[in-house]
């Protein structure tokens, strides 16, 4: 079974310059989450998806901040303008939450994004 | 507000020793818990969960951690430590069903031959 896709891997930008990463979850499995991981922190979850519908985005920074997840399979997020606080690794998981069973996230290997 | 903490930032031990890493939640009930390691340029991996049931959860790679609801606490252990252990540790929390997790800020092992 193929993981969590993420491209690319790797993105140094201007600051106020905008960026796209794109996360391709685990086939099936229809919550998606994007999280930001800021250097010497844990990750931070920004966004969470169940199939195309948004769960919770209550730590996306809308301002400058979007996501999105057409057919509820791939997902985009986007920063625009980007800022250097910014600078981070954009981690997407998935997972196939059924109502009460356990579940899992399974991680992607992230975006580190530079903004300079 | 929900959170959790690990309060080493770096931990290190000698190969074939012991290890304990720390984690405090807070939460309004008692949260679904997780362990999570991360070496370079890896994605995160899932260690071992808690739900319910009995406080020893057993995972991969010779881990366990244990409930302890009375200092909520979920500590990880291994009884024996080897060089490829070397790395970053998140404690991680959640509500439960697909909620999403709430992670602490990591603790870096550092294995000394």
């Known amino acids: 079974e193929a993981g969590v896709a993420q491209s690319p891997r790797y993105k140094i930008i201007e600051k106020r310059q905008s960026v796209a990463f794109w996360c391709n979850p685990i086939s099936g499995h229809a919550t998606l989450y994007w999280y930001q991981q800021i250097l010497g922190q844990g990750p931070k979850l920004l966004i969470q998806f169940q199939n195309n519908g948004v769960v919770d985005d209550s730590q996306l920074p809308k301002d400058r901040f979007s996501a999105e997840r057409l057919k509820g399979v791939d997902s985009t997020l986007k920063i625009q303008p980007a800022k250097l606080e910014d600078s981070a690794v954009y981690l997407c998981a998935s997972s196939s939450y059924r109502g009460r069973e356990t579940y899992e996230q399974y991680f992607g290997p992230g975006t580190r994004l530079t903004v300079t | ?113």
């Open chain 2, 1 to 113: 507000a929900q959170s959790v903490t690990q309060p080493d930032i770096h931990i290190t031990v000698s190969e074939g020793a012991s290890l304990e890493l720390r984690c405090n939640y807070s939460y309004g009930a008692t949260p679904y818990l997780f362990w999570y390691v991360q070496s370079p340029g890896q994605g995160l991996q899932l260690l071992l969960k808690y739900f319910s049931g009995d406080t020893l959860v057993q995972g991969i790679k010779g881990f366990e951690a244990e409930f302890k609801r009375s200092q909520s606490s979920f500590n990880l252990r291994k009884p024996s430590v080897h060089w490829s252990d070397a790395a970053e540790y998140f404690c991680a929390a959640s509500g439960g069903g697909a909620d999403g997790l709430t992670f602490g800020k990591g603790t870096h092992l550092i294995i000394q031959p």
